[in-house]
């Protein structure tokens, strides 16, 4: 079965400096996104993705963040000047069939 | 500012009963509605949707939606101890014109299936 996967699975970093995460959303989903949960904490949306550019974003994703889909296949979330509350399970999801998501298996980003 | 709620539990089911999981929504305006299984440590995991009043049955799993309430729900039939989880509630408003792409979730209600 087809699956979405993130690499890597656990990111240490020092604060301040820049990350990041990689996805590798199904291969003929259109819709991609990143979410984030903090240690015990609900899952928060971040932002979705669509047709090269941002569809919609959350008051978290402020300009720290930014998305990219460098080349039709990969789906990247860059965190610059990490702070140590990025610290969180960062998910990426995908789906052809909008609002449900598949999220992939996530990564652990520890800030230092 | 949509909120989601559940509560957290720990809901302790014998196993083979039926489990009763209940989650309210804030904004009116919802309209696809979610329920993820997340084990410890792991990602939200796709169980159900629905989009419509009433129930929807699938395998051990039904949802119920009761849009007048801002209610909705999912049974487990003949719980087993794999199904031993957080069950997250999620919602969505993008079918109501113009709506937003991302989930909002609750924080979930931890499942324990006793043997």
């Known amino acids: ?112 | 500012q949509k909120e989601v709620e559940q509560n957290s539990g720990p809901l302790s089911v014998p196993e083979g009963a039926i489990a009763s999981l209940n989650c309210t929504y804030s904004d009116r305006v919802s309209q696809s509605f979610f329920w993820y299984r997340q084990y410890s440590g792991k990602s939200p995991e796709l169980i159900m949707s629905i989009y419509s009043n009433g129930d929807k049955e699938d395998g051990r799993f039904t949802a119920q939606l009761n849009k007048a309430s801002q209610y909705v729900s999912l049974l487990i039939r003949d719980s087993q101890p794999s199904d031993s989880a957080t069950y997250l509630c999620a919602v969505n408003d993008l079918y109501s014109g113009g709506g937003a792409d991302g989930l909002t979730f609750g924080k979930g209600t931890h499942l324990i299936i006793q043997p």
């Open chain 1, 1 to 112: 079965e087809p699956e979405v996967t993130q690499t890597p699975s656990h990111q240490v970093t020092q604060m301040g400096q820049e990350v990041i995460l990689r996805c590798v959303p199904i291969s003929n989903h259109l819709y991609f996104y990143w979410y984030r949960q903090i240690l015990g904490q609900k899952v928060e949306f971040l932002v979705s993705f669509y047709n090269n550019e941002i569809s919609e974003k959350s008051e978290i994703f402020d300009d720290q963040f930014s998305v990219e889909r460098p080349d039709g296949s990969n789906f990247t979330l860059k965190i610059r000047s990490t702070k140590l509350e990025d610290s969180a399970m960062y998910f990426c999801a995908s789906n052809l069939d909008r609002p449900k998501a598949f999220f992939g298996q996530g990564t652990r980003l520890t800030v230092v």
